[in-house]
């Protein structure tokens, strides 16, 4: 007589986790926990009873970061299943806050929030009020809120931050400034957080110069120190030995003014990318925010290219068990 193997083998693995009556054995590891409510969410269809037992794993992060990381990943899954999407949204940005070195798992939340924003871009029409909590978060001081929001807003594009502004007047004076000048950067070109935080120190930090003579390079020293952003000259395509010294005195104006400014003088522009920014010459710029733009939808390509590849790599029964 012919053995079905798949069956048999189907069943001893099973064993391992089911116990008699058809139920997820107890247990009080992470990993228990996360399996619990995979087959509470996946089996039973008990979403509720699901995201009990993945808060009880994410409570042990510092038993096992990559299980509770996934855990946090389907508390958000499991939300937005229910149709609530803002406490979803909640849960995926907990994932890149707290869990942000498990990469595959941060990846999957930063690609549910973005499809979440997106969502709620095209349903929000006449309602800029949907979007409270996102403005909110751009006029964060925290950077990391503010930089997982900024991603946010770059997928939504020039667009959808035309969209947002008119939600503005709802948040209070120094959140809306803030979360004002984060839509200004979009507009401007700048596509990711840490770019846009320094931008807007830039446009709202009023300085006053007095230079007579004064080398560019001893220039952009003393800027560097009294902003405390990083600066530089693009060495590679400005020839600093070329440049005049500079003479000009200027009050209680933008950082930013006072660079383009100077930057007239000599037909070289402003460039605000990676944490730096920089002064070079207009083609400089051109492939400096050509190669930003390519980076960010690197990035935002990253989660659907990581879920595929570990597919590849483990197959797709395998895959499914890690969750969304």
Not at 63 to 84: D, F, M, P, T, Y
Not at 214 to 227: A, F, G, N
Not at 230 to 255: F, H
Request: a negative charge; hydrophobic letters at 40%.
């Amino acid at each position: 007589m012919s053995r079905n193997w798949t069956t048999i083998v189907a069943g001893v693995i099973l064993t391992g986790f089911v116990g008699a009556g058809g139920v997820w054995a107890e247990g009080s590891g992470a990993e228990d926990l996360f399996y619990q409510g995979w087959y509470a969410e996946t089996s039973e269809g008990d979403l509720e009873k699901a995201i009990g037992f993945y808060r009880k794993a994410v409570e042990r992060e510092r038993e096992e970061q990559e299980v509770a990381a996934r855990a946090q990943l389907q508390i958000g899954a499991c939300l937005e299943k229910l149709g609530r999407a803002d406490e979803a949204a909640a849960a995926y940005r907990t994932v890149l806050d707290k869990f942000g070195g498990q990469r595959e798992t941060a990846e999957k939340a930063a690609g549910r929030l973005r499809e979440i924003e997106k969502s709620e871009a095209g349903a929000a029409g006449d309602k800029p009020q949907a979007h409270g909590g996102f403005l909110a978060d751009l006029g964060s001081e925290d950077p990391k809120v503010f930089d997982a929001a900024f991603s946010l807003l770059a997928a939504l594009g020039p667009d959808g931050g035309a969209e947002l502004r008119r939600g503005l007047d709802a948040l209070e004076a120094k959140s809306r400034g803030r979360a004002g000048l984060a839509l200004d950067a979009l507009a401007d070109g700048i596509v990711d957080g840490p770019s846009a935080r320094m931008w807007g120190r830039a446009h709202t930090q009023k300085v006053q110069v007095n230079f007579v003579d004064t080398p560019l390079v001893d220039i952009i020293e003393y800027l560097r120190e009294l902003s405390q952003l990083n600066m530089v000259i693009d060495g590679s395509r400005v020839k600093i030995d070329q440049i005049e010294p500079i003479t000009l005195t200027l009050r209680d104006l933008a950082l930013h003014n006072v660079l383009k400014l100077m930057c007239a003088q000599y037909s070289l522009e402003v460039v605000y990318g990676e944490g730096v920014v920089t002064l070079t010459t207009p083609e400089g710029a051109q492939e400096m925010r050509a190669a930003g733009a390519r980076r960010y939808r690197r990035s935002s390509s990253l989660s659907s290219a990581g879920t595929a590849t570990a597919e590849r790599r483990t197959g797709s029964s395998a895959t499914s068990s890690r969750g969304v």
